[in-house]
């Protein structure tokens, strides 16, 4: 056996093989030649996807509450390869192994929903087969009263061992927890370093927490962090997989101010883009975390509807060594669907906070990395229009979209050119039932989002209802993109 795997070759073969089934996908086969890592507009070479497994959060109990799950296995572009074998169901069903399913995708293509449930507790979609590829779910909650009241909704999060929050707070009128999910069969150990306007924090409460196999732990930021605001949390699992969510329920003199989840930011780089800043009235924050050990200078552009500009007085920003730094930017934005460019001389993560003219709703939305395949994202149903905005931030681009109802019947398309610097809505109007979409870039660079926002003014019983998606390419086209793996680090 040793003379055997002396064989150089032999081992290259095992090590390949070995982290295929880690990985829980195909082995993918490339030539020869070396291959350069394309543009985002070229096409990737997609990964078959044979499992799946999601969490998908659930609030905290309180008021009169609605929580459900939505999700699908998408229809894919012609051609994309899938795992071999029969449809086998994906369950949607509580963390716990003997827990039932409460729902099931049986189909390619039609969505499924779960009952509504009063009383919540978090979800996972799980399962292995062809319909693992380009499967996506979104968890959302509705209160017409109570510190839930409004609605929260986030897509069902992919384990993985490294993600960035940042707006979060711990000051009087806030009250954000994040939740780790572990959806495996082995605990996980966390630790989440913690960044504020002050510089980074030193809090061994956020060190070493153990997640439990297929189980959830909760870090209460007014607990290890109190009365800090403008906050940035950096979670790594140091052993296992989790999947974090950072719920955010906010609160004023008058009550309830709203409530949602805080979405991930993309790691922090030297340029950046905030997608997603909603239209209408109210508050915008931008807040930008410095976790270097450098001062940092942010340049920031504006990209609006008719193309980009520096906002006055706003057009460069400090960040001091480790700390976080919030930008108020209503007044420059003109109520207009925008998104916001960053170009800084040290890493940067950031996000902006959109808040509902009468400041009783609010949703968030992190920096994004560009499109380079098609995004999905399962819309829960809505009683206003959604808005999907795009945004072009370097050069012209261009994107192909379409809009699918729970039967997988196209309810809308479209291809759409995207002005050099500028954001573009496509307004989805109102929809009983859910729906999912399909946002694919086909020129240039894209950064993209859907947002939801309350009407100026509402009926007496009319509760606001604000929120903000991400749209991330799948895992499905987020593939090798031509390159090779490196296996000489485990010959050594």
């Known amino acids: 056996m040793t003379r055997l795997l002396s064989d150089v070759r032999v081992r290259v073969a095992a090590c390949v093989l070995a982290m295929a089934a880690v990985g829980g996908l195909a082995v993918v086969t490339h030539p020869k030649d070396p291959v350069t890592r394309p543009e985002a507009a070229a096409e990737p070479i997609p990964t078959v996807v044979n499992r799946t497994a999601q969490a998908c959060p659930g609030p905290s109990v309180g008021g009169k509450l609605q929580s459900f799950v939505n999700a699908v296995a998408p229809v894919l572009p012609k051609g994309t390869p899938i795992a071999e074998g029969s449809a086998t169901p994906l369950s949607i069903a509580p963390l716990p192994k003997t827990s039932d399913p409460v729902g099931s995708l049986l189909v390619r293509g039609r969505l499924t929903s779960t009952a509504r449930a009063a009383k919540p507790v978090p979800l996972s979609i799980q399962g292995t087969g062809p319909l693992a590829a380009g499967t996506v779910g979104t968890s959302t909650s509705i209160a017409t009263e109570g510190v839930n009241r409004g609605m929260a909704s986030v897509p069902c999060q992919t384990p993985g061992s ?273 729906t999912y979409l399909m946002v694919e870039q086909t020129r240039g660079s894209l950064v993209a989002g859907v947002t939801l926002m309350p009407p100026a003014k509402l009926g007496e019983e009319e509760v606001p209802l604000a929120a903000s998606w991400p749209l991330n390419t799948s895992l499905v086209f987020r593939a090798q993109l031509g390159a090779q793996p490196d296996v000489r680090a485990a010959l050594k």
Request: aromatic share 4%; net charge neutral; charged share 15%.
């Open 162 to 434: 490294d993600f960035w929050f940042v707006g979060a707070s711990a000051a009087v009128g806030r009250r954000d927890v994040l939740v780790l999910t572990n959806l495996d069969s082995i605990n996980a150990e966390v630790n989440v370093s913690f960044y504020a306007p002050s510089g980074a924090l030193d809090l061994p409460n956020a060190r070493g927490i153990v997640v439990p196999a297929r189980g959830s732990a909760e870090l209460y930021l007014s607990l290890v962090a109190p009365k800090m605001r403008d906050l940035a949390l950096h979670v790594v699992s140091s052993g296992g997989r989790v999947a974090p969510a950072l719920r955010d329920n906010a609160t004023n003199a008058d009550g309830p101010a709203g409530v949602d989840w805080l979405h991930a930011s993309a790691p922090p780089a030297k340029s950046l883009v905030v997608p997603g800043i909603a239209p209408g009235a109210g508050e915008r924050s931008l807040t930008l975390a410095n976790p270097g050990d450098l001062q940092a200078t942010a340049t920031l552009t504006v990209n609006g509807p008719n193309g980009p500009f520096k906002p006055a007085g706003l057009s460069t920003v400090q960040i001091p060594a480790g700390a976080v730094k919030s930008v108020r930017m209503d007044k420059v934005l003109n109520g207009e669907a925008s998104a916001i460019t960053i170009s800084s001389d040290q890493p940067l993560a950031g996000s902006v906070r959109n808040v509902d003219a009468s400041a009783t709703e609010f949703s968030s939305m992190g920096s994004a990395e560009a499109l380079s395949g098609p995004a999905y994202l399962v819309l829960p149903p809505h009683a206003q229009p959604a808005q999907l905005q795009v945004t072009a931030p370097s050069r012209p681009a261009s994107l192909r979209y379409e809009l699918r109802d729970a039967a997988g019947k196209v309810l809308s398309t479209r291809t759409l050119d995207v002005v050099n610097g500028a954001t573009s809505t496509i307004s989805f109007k109102a929809q009983a039932g859910p």
